[in-house]
Structure formats: C-alpha cells, structure tokens
C-alpha cells in the first residue's frame, strides 16, 4: 500500500435545476442553454439501490443541468398602490431596472441571503438568491435553478435569467468588479437561484466543475483513463492534493454506481482514473475505478474535447 491509503475520500454535493408544473416546463424547454462545465450524469450499475448513490446517463444532460436561462418573476404592486418600485438597495444587494431586465448587483457576497430576498421582494420580485463557493471558473455563474408557477411565456415577452460578473471577465474583489443577476421582466412564478461566488480557504465547492478545463487547477493535463500514480505525480507537481471518489462502472461503460460504504478503501496505484473534478482551493477529486472498463464510464465512451490550455 502507498500513500494514497491515508488521502481523505470526499463525495460530490452537485447541483441541479428542478421545475414543477407544465407551466414551468415549458418555460424551462424555450430557454435552456449549454454549460460546458456540467457533464452527463451516469447510469446504474447494478446493485443494493440501499448501498449505492446512482446517476443516469442522458443524451441531453449538458443542456438539461444549466439552466441558464428560464425563472423570472413579473413586478408586483407594492403595499401602497403606487406601482412596482423601479430600484432598491440594502447592504447586500442593489437592483434596478434598466431597459427590459432587472439587474441585481451583489455588494455582499457573504451576506445572509435573506438580504438579497428582500431586495427581490422590494421591487415585486420573487426570488430567492443564495451564492455558493464554487471553483474560479463557475464565479458569477448560476450553478442552481428551480421554479414553480411558472407560466409559457407569449410572444414578444422578455424572459430569461442569468448571472455573470461586470465587467465580463473582471476579478472579483477588484474595484468596479461585481457579480450580477439579469432578470428578464415578462415571467410569473416563485424562483430559487444559486449563484458562484469565490470559495473561502477549507470550503467544498458546491459546482461539477472539470479541474483539466482552462483556467482550473489541471489545465493542460490530459487525466482519464490513466494510472492514479501518474496523475498524483502531476497533482502533486503542481503543489495540490487529490481526495478519491471511488465509483464502479458498468461492464460496458456506459454509466457508473457510487457505493458510499466503499469511499473509505484505499486506492491502488494502478486502478484508473477517468475524470478530475475541483473539490476546493487546492485540492482535486478524482474519480476512479479499481476495474477498468471499454469506455469512460462518466460518458460513455471517450471524453469529449474541451479547452485544456493553462
């Protein structure tokens, strides 16, 4: 056994969009968009559904799990009768409207969200907002999006939402960087987001977010389906630490289970690695199989090209 037996085993919390009601869906379908941080989850492997945490394989996973556009709430008359407000601002957060879209500005990325709800609410909005840390690449991205009763949009309305930072591509905590929240104005229904923010030192961040893409803690290095005692050498060349999460492929490879009670075993240096995911500052989880399969069972055969470049 090797030093791999001592490294922590860490579980994936991901995130993903849910809506109800036909209403809602058919909201979601017209506005859905493409993350291409979020890869497709993965099918069963059989066994004891008690003892074992299984993702399903989609053809349409990508576009289904970042929702980055679709939950938007109309204005409502405020108490008073004088109309919606058309600007608020508290401590935490500071929304106007400019043109079709309400434009939310974080002056607090660590506040209680409930400052940033009131906000919401001041200028007739439904929205409940939280930030979550997230890997540097996901920061001002919405990495969770549910709704409920909401309704089809009609022809002509401005719907959407979306997170980013302003100006695009700033550092946050720089001056005259923020992250924002673009609402469209022409939706009904309760929204719930959740939007990227920098991780503080120990936080797990709370995003699927591929370690090896641009900009991420392995850019440039080619992990799946290799030996775990080469990838460690090159996490550990970089100055990081791995943690494992051990899953269990299909014998085709088309999908994977993950057995909780499994997460404590140690890791040889030849079992293999199929895909390294940002865990926190500092530290990658990869996942890996003691078996090796035909295909990268996160996938379904051979990962997809993605922009590696450091």
């Known amino acids: 056994m090797n030093e791999l037996t001592d490294l922590a085993r860490v579980r994936d919390d991901e ?15 017209s506005v859905t968009a493409v993350d ?51 600007s608020y601002a508290n401590s935490a957060i500071e929304i106007r409207r ?49 709704m409920r009763d909401a309704k089809p949009p009609a022809p002509g309305d401005v719907v959407g939402v979306s997170g980013d930072l302003e100006p695009a591509g700033c550092t946050l905590g720089h001056e005259d960087c923020a992250l924002t929240i673009q609402v469209g104005k022409d939706l009904t229904g309760k929204v719930q987001l959740s939007l990227g923010r920098p991780a503080r030192p120990g936080e797990h961040y709370q995003s699927f977010t591929v370690a090896t893409r641009k900009g991420e803690m392995l850019a440039g290095v080619r992990v799946d389906e ?23 492929p299909n014998a085709d490879g088309n999908g994977y289970g993950m057995n909780p009670q499994r997460q404590s075993d140690p890791v040889g240096d030849d079992w293999t690695v199929w895909e390294a ?24 055969g051979p990962k997809p090209p993605e922009d590696t470049s450091e």
């Open 36 to 86: 291409p941080d979020e890869i497709p989850n993965a099918v069963p492997a059989p066994g004891n559904p008690r003892r074992r945490r299984t993702r399903r394989l989609l053809a349409g996973a990508l576009a289904t799990a970042a929702l980055a556009g679709a939950v938007v709430l109309g204005p409502s008359f405020l108490e008073g009768g004088s109309g919606p407000a058309t």
């Open 15 to 29: 995130l993903a969009g849910r809506a109800s009601g036909a209403g809602a869906r058919a909201l979601l379908a």
């Open 277 to 300: 995911v940002a865990d926190q500052p500092g530290v990658v989880r990869l996942l890996v199989s003691e078996k090796r399969v035909a295909n990268n069972p996160l996938y379904g």
């Open 226 to 248: 290799r030996p775990v005692r080469e990838v460690l050498a090159e996490v550990h060349r970089r100055g990081l630490k791995a943690v494992f999460e051990i899953i269990e």
């Open 98 to 146: 400019e043109g079709d879209q309400w434009v939310a500005r974080i002056r607090d990325p660590l506040a209680d969200h409930a400052l940033y709800t009131e906000g919401f609410r001041a200028v007739g909005l439904d929205v409940e907002l939280t930030l979550v840390p997230v890997a540097p690449g996901s920061v001002g991205r919405l990495v969770k999006v549910g």
